[in-house]
């Protein structure tokens, strides 16, 4: 099985612009993140690709996989480690074809339907939320609550990462449903400190049954 990493930082510039999608990436591998998600809804196809490219090399570096939110073209270009795919957007099955056997392809899913669905169309892991709700995604949907990755996490064979309004105090409670990490984007590109924001959360997830 693939090593998919317990913290997932997505990178923002929609929800704040204080920081740059590179420098949100460095700041949060600075901190400890073990892996970085470029997310961009917007953007010129040239710009996308030299902010990925920036971005590959920074994770490549740091020796932490790059996945990007959406675009196989993107990841394609720059040789990223993998993609992240909605219910809605590129095929999984399609996507494996074009990026190979080792790429690391996420899906989400807010049911167990959903995940149903990525594990038989062959997803490496599940992002399931918005466990608490949240701000920086508008069209995720109303929360899906803890309970709701319990029950997927007892079920489905593959590694759930948590994703949606998560904070570092809600780890413990997180891990202990079953997730086996947690995606965040406004918890630390909104902090004032982005890379103490990502300590905290690591310090977090390895204080976990401690």
Not at 11 to 33: C, K, P, W, Y
Not at 37 to 43: A, I, M, P, T, V
Not at 143 to 151: A, D, F, K, L
């Amino acid at each position: 099985m693939k090593k998919i990493g317990k913290f997932h930082v997505i990178t923002d510039t929609l929800i704040q612009n204080r920081f740059s999608h590179v420098e949100l990436a460095e700041m949060a591998l600075a901190g400890g993140a073990d892996t970085i998600q470029f997310r961009s809804k917007s953007g010129k196809i040239r710009e996308l690709i030299e902010t990925a490219t920036q971005m590959k090399a920074l994770c490549k570096e740091a020796g932490v996989p790059l996945i990007i939110n959406d675009r196989v073209d993107i990841a394609l270009a720059v040789g990223a480690d993998g993609v992240h795919l909605g219910q809605d957007d590129f095929p999984i099955p399609l996507a494996r074809k074009l990026l190979g056997p080792a790429a690391i392809i996420g899906s989400s899913a807010g049911n167990m339907e959903e995940a149903l669905k990525c594990l038989s169309d062959g997803a490496d892991y599940i992002g399931s939320g918005p466990v608490y709700g949240t701000d920086s995604k508008p069209d995720a949907g109303k929360p899906t609550g803890v309970e709701n990755i319990r029950i997927i996490a007892a079920e489905i064979p593959l590694p759930i990462i948590a994703i949606g309004g998560i904070t570092d105090p809600d780890i413990n409670e997180l891990l202990g449903a079953g997730a086996h990490g947690v995606a965040v984007i406004s918890a630390v590109c909104l902090d004032d400190n982005p890379e103490a924001a990502a300590r905290r959360f690591c310090a977090a997830l390895k204080g976990y049954g401690k």
